[in-house]
């Protein structure tokens, strides 16, 4: 990686540039093609000039631009999820936007290229507004307890518009806007699914001449105590494609169950024709019963169903926002006749990561191993967190399962920013006694987390060294680090570690595994490792102090560990032996 050191960068200006590499002789390569990026807000406390504002699902307002538009962006936001039209379309083709983080701490803002929508005359532009992680008040708040709330969704977006004739114009959020407050989406949720009811939706309400005058204004509300980062920072979750069911059941009259063949993360597209007020179903499960009926139980507490109510008189185009599925099976129910296979389509969603690596041998089951896990981690890799599943009550940044699948993630995907963003999620994470939660962001409560989980915040950062030469991130997480470990350190006796929560978790044939290995082994060989990666990251970061004494805590860990668990057999205690201890 070379970071770039010319002049300092301004605000909203496009800038060129071309490279060209000597190699190892001095031998002088061409000129690369010229190449231009584009700066957002680089001050973003000065520069966000919106209002935040709330009240309604549904959001426009109108404006009118007077000369001819060189270039329009848009830039902007929303808590939980938005979706931003303009002129009566979509802009944009992220969904479940803008990515998780802890809120309190960051809110990310996506940027949009949108001459070509905004228009001379008159234009409009709405906001639609979901709950996402920000604002969860479904019924997955009973069945899945302690989910944390923030606040009612809310939503800042500012239009910077250049004419030809060199002036700017730039619309934003505020008190002028209007708000439906009940509109078609009746709830969603990223566990339960979504209920819409489409005789709810106006008809024109993102378009200019549309009749807002029984809308309600918009209030303006508390901006986010966050600092505003751009998603040109992390890879955003995208459409990737879409699969047709391999073949279908009919285990009970009026239930179809579609097979897609492959577990993905997404949801079911659907075209229907019916009556209005027809409800159509559509239940969501990785395994099915003997007689093809959807078996759910390892989703345990999330319902995993959208839910349409029909306007009726023509063919409508289901399919939901602001939430997602684990699958490979869809069940549906009220649906008017029979589905075909023709109306029906699974959606592939997951972060648009730069493939960097590919898997092809003669063992078909080596092959098949890899594109399992390649489907794994593209499912998981979601929404600007590593998550542990994408189907149950859970779906949470567990850190154990982001760092033991990380070196796979970079060997087949481009992580570099990805996990810069969710090293810096760890970072927000962190209280001022050094701990930090086992998942990330801490939308469960779970502090201080287990040696074993909390060492992402060690090891990611080190990964992205190792393969990327990432400096810059070791630098700016590097404080984080010590004090997490500092706070293991002051958890130990004599060397070692014995607070631990869950220990070698889940192996085979059981969930905890005392009796296989004690937890103040794994402990305390985390709390070596970590040392001695402390002490490799300070000789990079020319912190020859904090070298020397990490590298004479791994030692002392080392000894202590020997001292405790090594048996005159040479074995470790319970045949257990841990790697990377010398």
């Not at 995208?238 to 577990?263: A, I, W």
């Not at 995907?413 to 801490?442: A, L, T």
């Not at 350190?489 to 192996?507: C, I, M």
């Amino acid at each position: 990686m070379v970071k770039y050191g010319g002049p300092p960068l301004s605000s909203f200006t496009r800038y060129y540039w071309r490279v060209k590499a000597w190699d190892s002789r001095g031998v002088e390569g061409d000129w690369s093609d010229i190449q231009w990026f584009e700066t957002a807000l680089l001050n973003p406390s000065e520069e966000w000039v919106a209002k935040w504002i709330g009240g309604g699902q549904l959001l426009r307002s109108t404006f009118k631009i007077d000369g001819e538009v060189l270039e329009a962006r848009a830039y902007v936001t929303g808590l939980g999820y938005y979706e931003l039209r303009i002129n009566g379309e979509r802009v944009g083709d992220r969904v479940l936007d803008p990515p998780w983080s802890e809120y309190d701490k960051t809110v990310y803002y996506s940027v949009y290229d949108v001459t070509n929508l905004v228009r001379n005359g008159g234009n409009a532009v709405g906001l639609i507004l979901g709950r996402g992680r920000y604002s969860p008040v479904s019924p997955s708040r009973t069945q899945i307890p302690n989910l944390k709330y923030y606040d009612e969704p809310k939503a800042g977006a500012m239009i910077r518009i250049k004419l030809r004739n060199g002036s700017i114009v730039t619309i934003t959020t505020d008190e002028s806007w209007r708000c439906l407050d009940k509109g078609p989406i009746i709830y969603d949720d990223i566990y339960n699914g979504y209920r819409y009811d489409a005789r709810l939706e106006p008809v024109g309400w993102d378009e200019p001449g549309f009749n807002d005058s029984n809308w309600a204004p918009c209030i303006v509300v508390k901006p986010p105590s966050a600092r505003l980062r751009s998603t040109a920072t992390v890879p955003g979750v995208k459409v990737k494609g879409t699969l047709k069911p391999r073949e279908y059941y009919n285990p009970r009259p009026g239930v179809y169950v579609f097979d897609f063949g492959q577990n993905m993360t997404g949801w079911v597209r659907l075209r229907v024709r019916g009556l209005s007020g027809m409800e159509v179903k559509v239940r969501h499960s990785e395994v099915v019963n003997p007689d093809g009926s959807i078996n759910v139980e390892n989703i345990r507490g999330a319902e995993a169903t959208d839910t349409y109510v029909l306007r009726g008189g023509g063919v409508e185009v289901l399919e939901p926002r602001f939430t997602y599925h684990g699958f490979r099976y869809a069940e549906i129910t009220g649906y008017p006749g029979v589905p075909s296979i023709d109306d029906v389509e699974a959606v592939i969603v997951h972060s648009d990561l730069e493939p960097v690596g590919s898997l092809s041998c003669s063992d078909r089951m080596v092959n098949d191993i890899h594109r399992i896990t390649w489907w794994s981690l593209r499912a998981n890799i979601l929404n600007g967190v590593v998550t542990d599943c994408p189907q149950r009550d859970e779906r949470m940044g567990w850190l154990g399962d982001a760092w033991l699948s990380s070196d796979s993630a970079a060997y087949n995907f481009n992580m570099v920013k990805y996990y810069e963003k969710f090293i810096r999620d760890m970072v927000d994470s962190q209280k001022d006694d050094g701990s930090i939660p086992d998942v990330v962001p801490p939308y469960w409560n779970l502090y201080p987390a287990d040696p074993a989980w909390g060492t992402a915040l060690i090891y990611i950062p080190w990964l992205l060294y190792v393969h990327y030469g990432d400096v810059d991130i070791l630098a700016e997480a590097y404080d984080a680090m010590k004090k997490w470990w500092n706070f293991l350190w002051s958890k130990a006796k004599d060397g070692l570690l014995y607070f631990s929560k869950y220990g070698e978790w889940v192996p085979p044939g059981r969930i905890h595994s005392i009796e296989y290995c004690p937890p103040e082994i794994l402990s305390t060989w985390i709390l070596h490792r970590d040392a001695l990666t402390l002490a490799q990251i300070a000789r990079v970061l020319g912190k020859g102090e904090d070298e020397g004494y990490f590298k004479g805590k791994a030692e002392e860990i080392r000894e202590a560990f020997n001292r405790a668990f090594l048996t005159e057999r040479g074995y470790y205690s319970r045949y257990t032996a841990p790697r990377w201890l010398n």
